[in-house]
């Protein structure tokens, strides 16, 4: 393959991922804003409080020091975030045709797949947020040497609470949503200065555990409209103005994930190649296969108790009854960013800001930032590769803007 089409130049492809829209249902990185560090170390701020304020003292009097108390300044490397697609020699041979419907309809193909890579990019970057905010601010990530970093915002315990016996929602004898909702809402105030502006939920938990509360139901159906929202047609909007918070994100966002098997401790305990996504409590599913990945042999549902990110190795709380080795045996998990029966209060904005913004690091020669493309051929078998990459961190500017409530 001697000529390379328009659509593949590393021109085209960058313009291809600039102009790519981020989705709707990426809620940080429609949100929060973006900068750019000097250094490939980032460094940022983190408050504690609501910062206080100037004193009042006399004309003459020497100026106070203000010593940042209740700031904190954090140092980390950022992730590496990248992933490669193939463009067969038949596509992009159908590019040059002279026959213009059939060259559109072949661009059309490799731009599709173009901007599906950059949006899996983005999808990941929309992941490590939610790690931060519904993971109680600890997310561990890769740097691009391979290196393993946990980053922990050290959120305070006071922005946790866990209801158990009759206060669970849904169907506890003494729950009451809206205490708990305000109390959450009040403690942020206090502690951050900020006013919570959002609270994230699954549907599971929003069926479960608010549109399916009886007491909730007859007191909103008790008039068909609750201050303008129905709570058969817009429950988000009706509970919204019930609980009193700004707006209600109904989070779903879920990452098929899988594992491969690198090798068999025990019948609990298997080392894996990439543990990253998951968590103790994930449920994973065991499968073993043919090489395709079309023939099924076998089977086995598995849940995850613990993982030592050091070792790589996974734990499950019971032993598997059938016997998975490496080769082509996987460990497969459908990861929700927000786990059920977990709702999350946050503050958006505090008064020095946004909560949060994206720092790109810097990365190649001459340095760029953001999201950034490869191309190059690929002589057997012959086709293109193109590649997204991306380099980079979120960083919180407050760690007590949030608020984690496990409502069962």
Request: glycine content about 6%; some cysteine.
């Amino acid at each position: 393959m001697t000529v390379i089409p328009e659509v593949l130049h590393k021109k085209a492809v960058d313009a291809t991922f600039e102009q790519t829209s981020v989705p709707d249902i990426f809620h940080f990185l429609s949100t929060f804003g973006e900068s750019n560090s000097p250094d490939e170390l980032i460094e940022w701020l983190v408050f504690v409080g609501d910062h206080g304020m100037a004193p009042v003292v006399r004309r003459s009097a020497q100026s106070p020091i203000y010593a940042g108390e209740g700031i904190f300044k954090m140092a980390t490397k950022g992730a590496a975030i990248k992933e490669k697609t193939f463009h067969s020699e038949e596509d992009v041979n159908k590019c040059l045709s002279s026959d213009p419907v059939r060259a559109k309809a072949a661009m059309k193909i490799i731009l599709s797949k173009n901007e599906q890579l950059a949006r899996r990019n983005m999808r990941r970057q929309d992941w490590l947020a939610s790690q931060i905010f519904f993971n109680r601010g600890v997310v561990n990530y890769q740097d691009k040497e391979g290196s393993v970093w946990t980053l922990d915002y050290q959120v305070p315990d006071s922005h946790y609470k866990k209801l158990s016996g009759g206060t669970v929602w849904g169907d506890g004898a003494d729950r009451n949503p809206l205490k708990d909702v305000t109390d959450a809402q009040q403690r942020i105030k206090v502690d951050s200065g900020g006013t919570v502006s959002a609270m994230f939920i699954n549907s599971r938990t929003l069926a479960d555990r608010l549109s399916g509360d009886e007491d909730i139901q007859k007191l909103l159906q008790a008039n068909a409209f609750y201050q303008g929202q129905n709570l058969l047609t817009n429950p988000e909007g009706a509970l919204s103005a019930y609980l009193k918070v700004m707006k209600i994100i109904k989070y779903d966002e879920f990452m098929p994930y899988s594992m491969k098997i690198i090798n068999r401790v025990d019948a609990s305990t298997y080392q894996v190649d990439d543990p990253w996504a998951v968590v103790p409590g994930s449920e994973v599913v065991f499968k073993s296969t043919d090489r395709t990945g079309q023939k099924l042999y076998k089977d086995e549902l598995g849940v995850i108790a613990s993982i030592d990110l050091t070792t790589s190795q996974i734990v499950l709380e019971n032993p598997l009854t059938k016997i998975f080795n490496q080769r082509d045996d996987k460990i497969h998990a459908s990861i929700p960013f927000l786990q059920d029966d977990r709702i999350i209060l946050m503050a958006e904005t505090i008064p020095d800001g946004a909560v949060c913004e994206w720092i790109n690091s810097p990365m190649g020669i001459p340095t760029k930032y953001g999201l950034q493309s490869k191309t190059w051929e690929e002589p057997d078998p012959d086709g293109v590769f193109v590649r997204a990459q991306n380099l980079g961190l979120w960083a919180l500017k407050s760690n007590q803007c949030f608020y984690t409530l496990d409502v069962a």
